[in-house]
Structure formats: structure tokens, C-alpha cells
């Protein structure tokens, strides 16, 4: 999911910034939400790391297990990374949008996934 003019290295204030992080709003880019189920059928926890694998690549990212979120779905967080630090120099991330297939008018809704944990 993305939020209009939070994606990626869009500027928002550093008030928000900060009132986003500390109280988890919203999830920062490099987040992945995971029904409680979901989670441990596939062996991981709460903040532990996975990989995200589609079609179009791979991509690390942070779990956080959240009951809101259905069961066999992940949530992949668009947005400012965590202290707007870069993809590139924070967990060696690809933007989550590189992984999306896009329908034929540009926009995503879903796209298939593999979840695995980093060992």
C-alpha cells in the first residue's frame, strides 16, 4: 500500500516523521505486516527479517505481526524509510513498488509473493 506523497525520499515534515516512527501510524517502507498466523506458518516472529520474492525480484524486509491483516496476505509498506535513510545504504532494500506487477493503466493492486526467513 502507498500513501500520496510519502513514497520513498517524499518529503514530509520532521515532526511527522517522527510522530510516524515512534508511535507506528504508519509503517515505514521496509515494513512487512503479517497476520499472526500467517507469521508462524511460515516459522517467522515479530521484527524479524524475511525476503520477499515475486516475479520481479527480491527485496529484504522488516516483519511486524499485526491481527488486522488477513490471513495469507502480507502488507508491504510504501513509504519514508525509518529516519528517511536511503534504500540502497539501509538493509540493502529494493523499493517495494520494483516487486509489484503493474496492470496495463499503471496502477497495483496485488501482486503473488514468497516469504522466506533471512537465516
Known sequence: FGM????STGAI???MSKIFQESNLRAAG???LLNPATASAIGVADRSMVTVKTARGSAKARVYVDASVMPGVARA???PLPNQTPVSEELGMTAVLELCTLRPDGTWRY?????????
Open 77 to 79: 509498506a510504501v513509504g
Open 4 to 7: 500520496r506523497g510519502a513514497l
Open 30 to 32: 521496509g515494513s512487512l
Open 111 to 119: 501482486t503473488d509473493a514468497t516469504i522466506e526467513k533471512v537465516s
Open 13 to 15: 515534515s520532521p515532526i
